[in-house]
Antibody
Framework: EVQLLESGGGLVQPGGSLRLSCAAS????????MSWVRQAPGKGLEWVSA????????YYADSVKGRFTISRDNSRNTLYLQMSSLRAEDTAVFYC?????????????WGQGALVTVSS | DIQMTQSPSSLSASVGDRVTITCRAS??????LNWYQQKPGKAPKLLIY???SLQSGVPSRFSGSESGTDFTLTISSLQPEDFTTYYC?????????FGQGTKVEIK
């Protein structure tokens, strides 16, 4: 059974840093593109970042470019999102999502989400 | 970025009704359009991918269609568990973008 489990969320002050993890089971992340998608409280879905199955290619939303870094550790079957220079507007539930094989952005499995709150 | 305009933003319907939700892309996206269902406090769930392919395990009352840059999600006979929020998303290019969502409420 495919499962994605995010961790690392929490309360952080503006300007601070946080690293989210997404532990995968039931499949090998090195075979699929993976993404982070976020949802601000009461709002819609916003794609944040993606990484190719090989890890060679990464993409970011303009809103996080230069502040967030996506990475993967295939030996741990885990996806990461390193977030720095956090702002109040980054407050959201962050989901990791697996893409259907051979595609970048058809998200067939999602984690349960990790809440990140940026506030002083 | 490609803009996805979803309509309506909300609708009221009854169990057994046929419901349609529309999503319009700001430019051609071929058939790279996906539909998700999201229940409160839960992650989105993929219903339809590449405009009309039903994701495994999704009931056949859900279907998708396309006409140019207009895409439609149809629920043929609304069930109690279907009263929730639906999003479209283009997967044609980076960044992938979502519609603003449609909330289906009980009449």
């Amino acid at each position: 059974e495919v499962q994605l489990l995010e961790s690392g969320g929490g309360l952080v002050q503006p300007g601070g840093s946080l690293r989210l993890s997404c532990a995968a089971s039931g499949f090998t992340i090195s075979s699929y593109a993976m993404s982070w998608v976020r949802q601000a409280p009461g709002k819609g879905l916003e794609w944040v970042s993606a990484i190719s199955y090989s890890g060679d290619d990464t993409y970011y939303a303009d809103s996080v470019k230069g502040r967030f870094t996506i990475s993967r550790d295939n030996s741990r079957n885990t996806l990461y999102l390193q977030m720095s220079s956090l702002r109040a507007e980054d407050t959201a539930v962050f989901y990791c999502a697996k893409s259907i094989g051979g595609a970048w952005y058809h998200f067939d499995y999602w984690g349960q989400g990790a809440l990140v709150t940026v506030s002083s | 970025d490609i803009q996805m305009t979803q309509s309506p933003s909300s609708l009221s319907a009854s169990v057994g009704d046929r419901v349609t939700i529309t999503c319009r892309a700001s430019q051609s996206i071929n058939s790279d359009l996906n539909w998700y269902q999201q229940k409160p406090g839960k992650a989105p769930k993929l219903l339809i991918y590449v405009a009309s392919s039903l994701q495994s395990g999704v009931p056949s009352r859900f279907s998708g269609s396309e006409s140019g840059t207009d895409f439609t999600l149809t629920i043929s006979s609304l069930q109690p568990e279907d009263f929730t929020t639906y999003y479209c998303q283009q997967s044609y290019t980076t960044p992938p973008t979502f519609g603003q969502g449609t909330k289906v409420e009980i009449k």
